[in-house]
T-cell receptor, first 109, second 115 residues
């Protein structure tokens, strides 16, 4: 079966660093996406990884290990506006996106 | 603004009503998608259209009926829904559909409540 696991909720402090993990078991792998979704709004694209390693984009970085079926999203210098849900999604062998349930990130001052 | 618009943003309907959700994308994309998002559950892909042709139908009940008149517009027709169909319905588009790797752009969604 296909399975994607993310923590349901995390809390972090403004200015700090937080790492959101995603583990997966899917039929094939054509890449991993991270999306951000603020409450009541559309999900928006953050990153795409298909090769092992770290991709850095400003305050956000995404890491992938295909052999371990593992990814994380690293958010640095947290701001209040980073409070949102973060969705992990895998592009499977049929190029269909399989979604995790999302991690709700709460930032406290 | 993501370039994908959805109307209405909120909809309350009874189980005997018929209503339609509308999605429009202004990005020149060739693929469009309908998703259902329920609280604390993964996004569920409902339908995929690629170049106006339906390429995926993930065992969605017939009370949901999609229509794609052209590459820019997508509708979801609703009839005799059940209370468990209450959810956020998201539309998305991407440059290409099946067999392609490209990000999806989402609309803001329609919050549907079935009484």
């Amino acid at each position: 079966g296909q399975n994607i696991d993310q923590p349901t909720e995390m809390t972090a402090t403004e200015g700090a660093i937080v790492q959101i993990n995603c583990t997966y078991q899917t039929s094939g792998f054509n890449g991993l996406f991270w999306y951000q979704q603020h409450a009541g709004e559309a999900p928006t694209f953050l990153s795409y990884n298909v090769l092992d390693g770290l991709e850095e984009k400003g305050r956000f970085s995404s890491f992938l290990s295909r052999s371990k079926g593992y990814s994380y999203l690293l958010l640095k210098e947290l701001q209040m506006k980073d409070s949102a849900s973060y969705l992990c999604a895998i592009l499977d062998s049929n190029y269909q996106l399989i979604w995790g349930a999302g991690t709700k990130l709460i930032i406290k001052p | 603004e993501t370039g994908v618009t959805q109307t209405p943003r909120h909809l309350v309907m009874g189980m005997t009503n018929k209503k339609s959700l509308k999605c429009e994308q202004h990005l020149g994309h060739n693929a469009m998608y309908w998703y259902k998002q329920s609280a604390k559950k993964p996004l569920e892909l409902m339908f995929v259209y690629n170049f106006k042709e339906q390429t995926e139908n993930n065992s969605v009940p017939s009370r949901f009926s999609p229509e794609c008149p052209n590459s820019s517009h997508l509708f979801l027709h609703l009839h005799t829904l059940q209370p468990e169909d209450s959810a956020l319905y998201l539309c998305a588009s991407s440059q290409d559909g099946q067999g392609a790797i490209n990000e999806q752009f989402f609309g803001p969604g329609t919050r549907l409540t079935v009484l």
